[in-house]
């Protein structure tokens, strides 16, 4: 089809475990418990299906994934053990994708079929000293017949109980991902645009992070001793060769491209305060908060994403908005002093500070951020004997957004054609006038421009979800328990940026109906 959208997923699971035990067993006196070294063998087989459309944009993919485990976890003592073992994975992916412009004439197929092999060992050491600390130190070697590499990746993990209701914990890894270039990036499938995606062997598509990280967590009284608890967590990961979308202007050609993007640090933390506010006979109110501030910057970018080999012209080269230092969430636009009352034109900032009406996109800076400066989630849970209703808020502060609506609907119109009421009413129209936004003209501008006057800082609370359910007891079917329900997503939003909503594709709001029966 022309309009609409899809996506069906479908996924089956199998898995198979055998152990035994091996050797003598340890005893500990204090716990009155016994630990016995074992042998294991662990047989993981997982099928993935998902069939997309977007348009004419049409996806196809398959992946069937095979994981055998054999391990042995030896114990020293009670608290001191030593897991080794070896595992070899199989993924036989099947992929294909159809990418039919037919207004820019062209009607691209892509096909990403291939076989991964991969067969490695590892060992994992533990030490725990009583209610109080445990270290975990673990190695791993692969290699992965598909990319040709051997792969080292070590990680530890410390916990210490400095009190009873305090816990702190440290961690760190390397790891090594194989990216699936269209189900890691499906949003860009939502376009009509042309897209040009290298062959496989041009992309590198092994992701690798390298993560530091550590956790503060309290328990404490709310309303009872021990029903609330505070947790901090601490992290800080670096991201290389991260497979990423960039849109190019419809100027280069209307293509999106598919690109290594480099090397990208974040570094953040996370908060969560759970507590139980009501708890009675007949009443329970759970709440969670919890939120995250994120930073990121660019270390480096990819020589193939800075080369000309993605330039369509050689006299037109790619415009990049991203920096070396800078963060890939930066809003570049030419800084504004706003509109002249004596004229109506815009003042324009140069990059030397100067005033201008002359509008240069090589004077264009940094003026905002897309990435909140908190965001996050909270959740309550209201219980009365069989009924059940959950609210989740969402919310986001401190972080800008370029508003297009302004642009596209208020400033940058035809007024034969439908638009925004602000276009009407907040517009220069005589010399004298103080207002936000261009005279109106006859026709659209041909040559659209970024101006700092349309960046505002986008502050949101909004009802994402809400779920209401009924758990009873059939007495005639042959159910332990039954509970239907019923929950709707995106409920109501406010918002200090007034913008269009509902207009990106695909958008919807849901309604979920529940029947989960148990036997």
Same mark, same amino acid.
Request: net charge neutral; charged share 25%; hydrophobic share 35%.
């Given at each position: ?47 993935? #299906? ?83 600390? #445990? ?87 709310? !309303? ?102 800078? #963060? ?37 800076? !940094? ?121 709707? #997503? ?6 200090? !940026? ?22």
């Amino acid at each position: 089809p022309l309009y609409g959208s899809h996506i069906r997923n479908r996924n089956a699971n199998g898995y198979f475990k055998v152990g035994m035990p091996v050797g003598p067993a340890v005893y500990d006196p204090d716990e009155q418990d016994e630990m016995r070294s074992n042998l294991a063998f662990v047989a993981d087989f997982d099928h993935f #299906s998902e069939d997309a459309y977007f348009g004419l944009n049409d996806y196809t993919g398959n992946q069937n994934s095979l994981a055998l485990n054999l391990m042995y976890n030896h114990y020293f003592t009670y608290r001191s053990s030593l897991i080794v073992g070896v595992q070899g994975h199989l993924d036989y992916y099947r992929e294909t994708l159809g990418n039919d412009t037919p207004w820019l004439g062209s009607d691209r197929a892509y096909d990403f079929g291939r076989d991964e092999e991969e067969a490695g060992a590892y060992a994992e050491y533990t030490y725990a000293i009583k209610d109080k600390f #445990s270290v975990v130190a673990g190695l791993r070697g692969d290699y992965n017949h598909y990319y040709d590499r051997f792969f080292l990746t070590p990680r530890g993990h410390l916990k210490w109980n400095i009190t009873p209701s305090t816990t702190l914990r440290g961690s760190a890894g390397l790891g090594y991902r194989s990216t699936n270039v269209i189900t890691d990036n499906i949003g860009m499938l939502a376009t009509g645009r042309e897209l040009v995606i290298p062959a496989l062997g041009d992309l590198d598509r092994l992701e690798k992070a390298l993560t530091l990280g550590g956790s503060l967590t309290q328990t404490f009284g709310l !309303v009872n001793p021990g029903d609330a608890t505070l947790s901090f967590d601490y992290f800080r990961n670096t991201t290389k060769d991260q497979l990423m979308t960039i849109p190019l202007p419809a100027s280069t050609g209307s293509e999106d491209i598919v690109v290594n993007f480099g090397e990208n640090q974040n570094v953040g933390y996370d908060f969560s305060v759970a507590g139980q506010v009501i708890r009675s006979k007949n009443w329970a109110w759970t709440t969670v908060i919890n939120g995250s501030h994120v930073k990121d910057r660019i270390k480096q970018i990819s020589d193939k994403l800075k080369n000309t080999a993605y330039q369509l012209e050689e006299d037109n080269p790619l415009k990049l908005r991203f920096r070396e230092g800078g #963060s890939q969430y930066d809003i570049y636009a030419v800084r504004s002093a706003g509109i002249d009352p004596a004229t109506g034109q815009e003042i324009f900032i140069n990059k030397n500070g100067e005033y201008t009406f002359k509008y240069d996109a090589a004077d264009e800076v !940094v003026v905002g951020n897309t990435q909140p400066k908190l965001q996050g989630t909270w959740l309550n849970t209201l219980r009365y004997k069989g009924w059940s209703l959950n609210l989740v808020f969402s919310y986001k502060f401190g972080g800008d957004t370029y508003n297009k609506t302004l642009w596209e609907k208020v400033e940058d119109i035809d007024p034969r054609y439908n638009v925004d009421e602000r276009a009407f009413t907040d517009r220069w129209k005589n010399p004298g006038d103080l207002s936000r936004y261009l005279a109106i003209k006859e026709r659209r501008s041909m040559t659209p421009h970024n101006s700092e006057r349309f960046v505002e800082r986008l502050n949101e609370l909004w009802l994402s979800s809400a779920t209401l359910t009924y758990e009873f007891q059939p007495k005639r079917l042959r159910f332990k328990r039954l509970a239907v329900g019923v929950g709707v #997503s995106d409920i109501v939003r406010f918002s200090t !940026v007034k913008y269009e909503r509902g207009t990106s594709y695909p958008y919807c709001r849901t309604i979920n109906l529940t029947f989960r029966p148990t036997f």
